[in-house]
Nanobody
Framework: QVQLVEAGGGLVQAGGSLSLSCAASGGTFSSYAMGWFRQAPGKEREFVAGISRNGGSAYYADSVKGRFTTSRDNDRNTLYLQMDSLKPEDTAVYYC?????????????????WGEGTQVTVSS
């Protein structure tokens, strides 16, 4: 069983950047495909980005493609999300998640473990 802890959220102006991290413990990090999700007030949780076990493949939601980049360091048991050109509509709580299947899923119910989330607020 893996525990996930996100960090790096905060308040940023539109057009700015933030970098999130997700530290994993208690499991074999490299055996999990990882995902980033976000949830804005009154909205359902949505897929943002995912990355394969070895980091060789990544997949992004259309809404963030070209602006967000996810990566991972399996030696440090850490997942990253670099967010550039942020927009007010990116405001949400961001979660990292792990799936033991090893496949990058866009559906949240396919993920086995979740962090508590970190707030990202983008002001206009």
């Amino acid at each position: 069983q893996v525990q996930l802890v996100e960090a790096g959220g905060g308040l940023v102006q539109a057009g700015g950047s933030l970098s999130l991290s997700c530290a994993a413990s208690g499991g074999t990090f490299s055996s999990y495909a990882m995902g980033w999700f976000r949830q804005a007030p009154g909205k359902e949780r949505e897929f943002v980005a995912g990355i394969s076990r070895n980091g060789g493949s990544a997949y992004y939601a259309d809404s963030v493609k070209g602006r967000f980049t996810t990566s991972r360091d399996n030696d440090r048991n850490t997942l990253y999300l670099q967010m550039d050109s942020l927009k007010p509509e990116d405001t949400a709580v961001y979660y990292c998640a792990a799936t033991s299947s090893g496949v990058i899923f866009t559906l949240s119910r396919r993920y086995d473990y979740w962090g508590e989330g970190t707030q990202v607020t983008v002001s206009s």
